[in-house]
């Protein structure tokens, strides 16, 4: 995460440069460093990135060395470290090679001249071959056969406009030589040409000018010089000129220099503007100025516009959620490079909807708004429109455009319901399938109703503050009672269609005891127990049997119980013997109804048997002879 330390640079030579650097402190590192990569390019020229890579071996490296680089060029050069994992920040360093003497000549060397005197015009050679700071020329010039001695003519400029010196005091229409080297910290190769004195400007214009467009942005110009007698002279170039009539009205030269005295000249001009016509104009030279012009007009053929089209629109307010309406105005009239024919709406969904689809409109002046239709609620759409010509689409203009939400389509999924206790059940269930969801889900709405019972409908709003939320417990519910619940998601818009399910809570205890529990003494031994179920809303089950205790309260206290199982669904009018009781003693009843779960409340009573002839003979106690007195139990 640290870039390498101490990253130096030097020139050795104005076309190697030298370097240094420290790996990233080590608490910086991240990793074993495994190499080090290298970039550099010359900033105004030598431009094209190049790239090295440095191994490290047992934290040991080769610094290198960046040789056959440009001279006097600002290198942007970039050292960063490798781990397995990937490379870190660069080190970065501006390094500037040394200057050195012009490799290229001056360039575009024209020479004019009247009887005494010759006018010398050249351009500064290409920048890739100054290979330095240019400081000024230096003229050379001597004649061929008379005036030979050699004269040298040092200007001091650093200017890189194009450049003139007039030589002065010469022989007339003589034979001249004349070089122009470039100079920076020495001098560079001369551009030279030879010129005699005393010539005249051509008296007649180029013959046979011809122009034809090639394409929709260039033209082909062909020429013949002037006719041989009106030359006057050697002709040594050619001016072009042109310029466009209804735009592209900034008038271009062209200098065009002749190396020999060809019949037909030609040149290829481009970057010209579609759909235009343009006046060219073409003259001769000679050493001495130009001729008289020649002037041929041409017409550029119709392209594809250049630009896109503008101020592209979209919105969605007042329109439903399958709509978007988009809005633009032509491209620039400059760059529509011929008539306007049609425009083309290209759009598709980027979550859902994907698929392309294109819509051509005529009418292109008259018609820049139209309404999307038929598009999917609460999703993103990429829309591009392209004008075009006849000859076909320009560039396309994008936007992106979210339609309004919805109602959700579709129902909320994986409904269920787990009973937690026969008072809770735990209701789950999982988003809208996404494409139906229409929208952000803002809440559920949860609705739940007993069917037998507890028929109270109750509605619950869940909001989505929390978007993992899709589950709910439901409580204080009735014990073993069939519920019907609904679930609908919602949007901003409202809320989408229900999905429901039925569910019974778990049994539980009775939660009273048997009705009219009576118990009477059919005789000294025997009771009859009578009783009715409890009511119906408070089983919390099925029934499955009846617990019947009993017990004596003076005699015979032992507690004892029968099990008295439910036959069919006959759960009223229920009787119990209970035989083999002690004559004439009170016997606690206890009845109590069952489910599955277990024993509910219960009820009592309390009867007496009957009595009954005692069943042994009195106890003699005591008798006594002195009187009538009997004792006895």
């Known amino acids: 995460t640290a870039i390498p330390s101490n990253f130096l640079t030097y020139a050795v030579t104005s076309t190697i440069i030298k370097l240094s650097w420290d790996s990233p402190p080590l608490y910086f590192q991240n990793g074993v460093i495994t190499s080090y990569t290298l970039t550099y390019r010359g900033i105004q020229r030598d ?3 190049e790239t090295m890579t440095v191994s490290v071996v047992n934290d040991t490296y080769i610094l290198p060395i960046l040789t056959k680089l440009e001279e006097n060029t600002d290198y942007l050069i970039e050292v960063s470290a490798n781990t397995i994992i990937g490379a870190g920040p660069p080190a970065t360093s501006y390094q500037l090679t040394p200057q050195n003497a012009p490799k290229g000549a001056p360039r575009n060397l024209s020479l004019s001249t009247t009887d005494t005197s010759i006018q010398v015009n050249w351009s500064v050679p290409l920048i890739n071959d100054l290979d330095g700071n240019l400081t000024g020329y230096v003229v050379t010039y001597y004649g061929y056969v008379i005036d030979t001695e050699e004269r040298e003519e040092p200007i001091n400029t650093s200017s890189e406009d194009d450049q003139t010196l007039t030589l002065y005091g010469l022989q007339e229409y003589t034979d001249y030589f004349i070089s122009v080297q470039a100079v920076t910290v020495g001098r560079g190769p001369s551009i030279s040409n030879t010129i005699r004195t005393l010539q005249a400007i051509p008296n007649a214009v180029p013959t046979d000018l011809n122009a034809s467009a090639i394409s929709p942005r260039a033209i082909y110009i062909t020429w013949s010089p002037p006719p041989f007698i009106d030359q006057n002279g050697i002709i040594t170039e050619y001016t072009l000129t042109y310029r466009g009539v209804e735009r592209d009205f900034e008038e271009r030269t062209i200098s065009i220099l002749t190396a020999t005295t060809r019949s037909t000249s030609s040149r290829t001009v481009s970057d010209l503007e579609e759909d235009t016509d343009y006046i060219i104009t073409i003259r001769a030279h000679t050493t001495i100025g130009a001729g008289p012009i020649s002037t041929v007009t041409v017409h550029t053929p119709e392209n594809v516009p250049s630009s896109p089209v503008r101020n592209l629109t979209t919105s969605t307010e007042g329109l439903n959620a399958t709509s978007i309406f988009v809005s633009w105005e032509v491209p620039i009239l400059n760059d529509l490079n011929g008539v306007l024919v049609n425009y083309s709406i290209s759009y598709f969904g980027i979550e859902i909807d994907t698929d392309l689809r294109v819509i051509y409109l005529s009418n292109p002046n008259g018609n820049t708004t139209y309404t999307i239709i038929k598009l999917q609620e609460y999703t993103t759409y990429s829309i591009s429109i392209a004008a075009y010509t006849e000859v076909g689409k ?7 455009q979210r339609t309004n939400q919805d109602v959700p389509s579709s129902i909320p999924t994986f409904l269920q319901a787990t009973p937690l206790s026969p008072t809770i ?5 999982e988003y809208p399938i996404f494409i139906n969801q229409n929208g952000i889900i803002t809440l559920y709405t949860l609705t739940y109703q007993g069917i037998e019972r ?21 409580d204080s519910l009735d014990e073993y009672t069939t519920y019907n619940i609904t679930l609908s998601a919602s949007t901003s818009v409202g809320a989408g269609p229900l999905t429901s399910l039925t569910v019974t809570t778990d049994e539980h205890i009775p939660s009273s005891a048997p009705n009219n529990l009576t118990t009477s003494a059919l005789n000294s031994t025997s009771i009859l127990v009578s009783w009715d179920a409890p009511n119906m809303t408070h089983w919390n089950g099925i029934l499955l049997s009846y617990t019947l205790y009993y017990y004596g309260q003076e005699l015979d206290t032992t507690l004892r119980t029968v099990e008295i ?44 048997t009957l009595q009954a002839a005692p069943s042994a003979t009195p106890t003699l106690l005591q008798t006594s002879a002195l009187s009538p007195y009997i004792l006895w139990v």
């Open 565 to 608: 199982q439910i036959q069919g669904s006959n759960h009223s009018n229920q009787e119990y013997t209970i035989g083999e009781l002690q004559e004439y003693t009170h016997y606690h009843v206890i009845v109590n109804s069952v489910t599955s779960i277990g024993s509910g409340s219960a009820a009592n009573s309390t009867v007496r």
């Open 454 to 474: 507890d028929t109270r409908l109750r509605t619950v709003t869940l909001p989505q503050t929390n978007l993992s939320l899709t589950c709910h417990n439901l």
């Open 394 to 400: 320009g560039p396309d203009a994008f936007i992106t």
């Open 425 to 429: 059940l735990s209701i789950t269930w």
């Open 47 to 49: 431009t094209t990135l």
